[in-house]
């Protein structure tokens, strides 16, 4: 296949000087004085973290990281002059790409602008308290979600494996993409997209980590790209050739096979995972309905969800495109693929997709 001149190797990570053991610098950008006041205590608190500055604006906060590096920024949204979610691509450009925590009372269960947020590039989000006291439980997923956004940065810092490419073979006609997803995995996931060749017109699956309540506006959002298609898929709905379909959040998205024909199914239950929607009866079900025809992107992630479903895919000979570590807010998902060596090809969102369109198109 005409691609597999391009690189199928993890590239080598930046080179970081901070000590593994060192302390998370934390910068806080918010218009509300009570609000920084009562965040930075709440931060101080938890071992391993340090508040590297609070501001009170976009400007400031950029300013700042001019000339000082932070790990993790907690984010308003509404503030003036720029709003939180206007400055989020500048922040996350100006700070080397930082975890950035969006924190805001707009961010409630469901809401849209969560998945706004998660689009540009902010790595989490949580519901700030409306009031100036701020409950135990706050506390405790707020100190949750700075672990796990420390966790990812050091991951980012340790040395890449190299890790060795599958030889994939010379593709058929391609007749679907199951894409598998979580932390980090939206912008991923808009990446991959813009960058798809619209002449890649199998029908595309996606399984991205979100609450049940999200998934209507992730689905919507996807579909307001205005590049395919997009909605949350059907029990028993037809696939359709240029169309994207989301899982829901409350089953998985598997397909059935009959008379030759492929539907989607929904699936309330799936052995041997925590998630739901899982990534792995995705993967599985393509590859026992596409065989080889059917091709795996595993996008950024925590954990391992998608490596059985992976494995599946492999022994039908169907490609698995991963997301590299560097380009990853987290390299759980997508790491666990390449390290078991199922990976055809270890890209970027975009390179991905060029990547396909080498292999796919006999023009491209």
């Known amino acids: 296949m005409t691609g597999s001149r391009q690189v199928a190797v993890a590239r080598p ?15 806080i950008v918010d218009d509300s004085l009570v609000a920084r006041s009562i965040i930075q205590r709440i931060v101080e608190n938890l071992p391993g973290f ?35 979610l206007d400055a989020l691509p500048d922040l996350l450009a100006a700070s080397g790409h930082a975890r950035v925590l969006v ?44 672990r796990l956004l420390a966790e990812a940065r050091q991951t980012r810092r340790e040395p890449v494996p190299v890790v060795l490419a599958r030889p994939a073979r010379a593709p058929c006609p391609l007749r679907c993409i199951a894409i598998g997803s979580s932390t980090g995995g939206i912008p991923a996931i808009h990446e991959l997209l813009t960058a ?43 696939l359709e050739r240029g169309h994207i379909y989301c899982a829901p959040g409350d089953a998985h998205l598997g397909l059935e096979c009959r008379d030759g024909t492929v ?35 595993m996008l950024s992630g925590m954990g391992s969800d998608g490596i059985t479903g992976a494995h599946s895919l492999a022994a039908q000979g169907a490609p698995i495109y991963v997301q590299d570590m560097q380009s990853s807010t987290i390299w759980g998902m997508p790491g666990a693929v390449a390290r078991a060596g199922l990976a055809s090809v270890i890209l970027p969102p975009a390179g991905i997709a060029r990547f396909m369109a080498d292999c796919w198109l006999e023009d491209a």
């Not at 500055?53 to 002059?81: N, T």
């Not at 309540?213 to 959002?221: G, I, L, Q, T």
Request: contains cysteine; charged residues 20%; aromatic residues 6%.
């Open 13 to 27: 990570g930046p080179q970081g000087t901070e000590a593994f053991g060192a302390a998370s610098r934390v910068l």
């Open 50 to 84: 340090e508040i590297a500055a609070s501001m009170a604006s976009a400007a400031a906060a950029l300013a700042y990281l001019a000339d000082h590096p932070v790990d993790i920024i907690v984010l308003d949204i509404e503030m003036p002059d720029r709003s939180g």
């Open 103 to 146: 924190l805001s009372s707009h961010c409630g269960d469901g809401a849209p602008v969560q998945i706004k947020a998660l689009a540009l590039g902010a790595s989490d989000t949580l519901a700030k308290p409306d009031r100036q006291f701020y409950p135990q439980d706050f506390v405790t997923a707020f100190h949750a979600r700075l």
């Open 196 to 238: 798809l060749d619209p002449r890649i017109s199998a029908p595309i699956l996606i399984t991205q980590h979100l609450p049940t309540e999200f998934m209507p506006h992730f689905a919507r959002h996807i579909d307001d790209l205005g590049l395919r298609p997009a909605r949350l898929a059907t029990h028993g709905g037809a």
């Open 263 to 297: 539907r989607m199914a929904l699936l309330r239950d799936w052995p041997n995972t925590v998630y739901k929607p899982s990534v792995d009866p995705m993967l599985d079900a393509v590859a026992r309905c596409f065989g080889a025809s059917g091709a795996g992107i």
